[in-house]
């Protein structure tokens, strides 16, 4: 290996393992998006702030996401004698000082807080942590280093193999490396699965120069975070990738695309790279070996559509975010009409790991076509929002099941949404399709990025489909009439048939506009119509009772539901009565009732006064509050 490479990750290893065997306590904290929203920030200070003021000997470390994000803040504490690590949920800054008492002072355990022991024997009332349910079946590859390496430090990621896959691919040519990719069978992870290694042969075959590779960190669909979780816990194995990408392209230049929306991720991975060029591995002449190679972080402006190659191409390029016409392809002419190479974050993330440990190892995880492991993140109304990653091949209701908690509030799963806005929605039955690219492929959708959304029966599937279809629009970058008035007129048709308005020649229009979007330049009109193709075949008998019965089930659609006072007993209804924000709950004769002119469907007086309220359907005849009911 390039012997300044070797010695980078040597020294590092030596200082690893001796900041371990200093006889100090570790405590690891989660600080990433999903754990600031919940306070991390605020425990990360305390902690600091009380083992300063106590003189404790412990060493407080920032650390990337575990995954379970729904019991954030996590914090591992490794013992002093580095015999014993416990992972902790739920460190509230205002459980900081117990916490510190009872396990670092104490060097007790806080079973209330733990979530598994992760190094050491397991107590009668902490189990491994490997035996969690949510951590049972994971193979924890892409996000081996989340929660024990500083993401802002580059000697933890040499510490740990870090840029070793680049030391190996340096001495390899550029056919070798691509070979290996190629064997290990790695598919695109940013939804299309198409081979990484032939996207980089495509590159590499190009005949003008420059030739660039981005990074598509864009991340926009709703419900997906797997690139933020690695930008924001192991940036450098991005940058290693993208590293190795360029060595087997011929590439001297990259750009990581970044969206606006992720400041962490982005201040993270624009840190990395500045380490990176102060330790030689960026720039020119990386660690002497004569090959030149710079790496820019660039902050999108917020445009969904720019997450698709050429939308992204054209917006480094500061054109206007539209995806261009192809052919050509980005691999003929990509940035400034040079041969471009576009990958996801997860793709290049896999890259070292490939080139380290070989294409055997890191394909024979998974007995599937697709090989190696994949990232998820499941939302919605699961009980469990959080990341994992696991083989390819479980069914969606085992991951459901185990990783997700099952659903909230012990409710039935009514259906779920991978892959993004511009996939469809299925329903209970398809729960028994696997985590594979096929099943989804042959329903004219795709199973994307890793984000799954999972609702219950509280979600109305009409209102579902106002959402990503408004969403569509908005986000349409309006070159193709067929994208931006396709999905306008879908709304408008959608939006009446809320408003009680449905007629039943809706569905062929629904039908013409599937059939006419198709027509669009990108993915994005194409495939914006499928959730109400999906869903008019999953959801038919639904989407009828909006059309012709003019009912929702859901009691969610505002034209088809009007709220009632129930129970003029209620003890909550002075605070109905209170929130509303158009004044149309009031009291006539010390009756409450509801001005249905004035009410606006907001939902709010049902929240505050959930026994007192009720939704009825817009079309039964309401007895007028205090009004004797006629037989
Ligand atoms: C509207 C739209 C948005 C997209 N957004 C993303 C995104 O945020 N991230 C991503 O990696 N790919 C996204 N894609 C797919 C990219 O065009 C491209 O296929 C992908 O970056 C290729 O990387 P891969 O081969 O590693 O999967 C999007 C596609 C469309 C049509």
Known sequence: MNARLESMIASAKDAWTAAQNNGRVKINVTVDTSSIAQGADAT?????????????????????SWGFCWMEPCVAVRSAAGTRTVLYANVT???????????VVDGGDMPELALGVVEGNPTAEIPLLADHQFMKGQVRRLMANLGTTDPGNVDHYFAHDGYAGFGMALEMDAEAIIKEML??????????????????????????????????????DPGAWVNRILMEGDPHLIIEGMLIAALAAHSTEG???????????????????????ERGLLGKDILGTGKDF?????????????????????????????????PPFPAQAGLWNKPTNVNNVESYANAPLIIRNGAQWWSSVSDQKEKGTKMFTFSGQVNWPGCIEIPFGPKVRDVLDQYAGGMRDGRKCKGFQPGGPLSGMLNAADLDLTLTLDPYREKGMFLGSGG??????????VDMCNFFLAFCEDESCGRCTTCHGGTQRAVEVIRRIQNGGGRETDVNIFEQLVTTLVW??????????????????????EWMEHIVDKRCRAGVCPGLIRYVVRSQGDPDLPKAEDICPTRAIYQDDGQYAVDDALCIRCGACKEVAP????????????????AAAAG
């Open 294 to 326: 710079d790496l820019f972080v660039f902050k999108g402006a917020g445009s969904y559509v720019c997450g698709e190659e050429t939308g992204l191409i054209n917006s480094i390029d500061s054109y206007r975010g539209m995806p261009r016409i192809k």
């Open 611 to 626: 026994n007192g309220m009720e939704v009825v359907d817009a079309i039964v005849q309401v007895v007028p509050a205090g």
């Open 93 to 103: 800054e205002d459980r900081v000082p117990e916490f510190l008492q009872r396990v």
């Open 520 to 541: 669009s330049n990108c993915l994005h009109g194409q495939f914006a119509p499928t959730a109400i193709k999906t869903s008019l075949k999953a959801f038919r008998d």
């Open 183 to 220: 064997d290990s069978g790695l598919g695109g992870r940013g939804g299309g699965g198409f081979p990484t290694g032939r996207k980089w042969d495509f590159l590499r075959n190009a005949t003008a120069d420059p030739r660039y590779i981005i990074c598509n960190a864009d991340e926009g």
């Open 255 to 277: 750009y990581i695309y970044l969206r606006y929306e992720y400041p962490l991720a982005i201040e993270r991975m624009q840190h990395a790279v500045d380490q990176a060029y």
């Open 44 to 64: 990360l200070g305390a902690l600091r702030e009380a083992v300063r003021a106590n003189n404790l000997a412990a060493d407080v470390q920032v650390t990337g």
């Open 452 to 461: 799954i959304v999972f609702f219950d029966e509280t979600a109305c599937i």
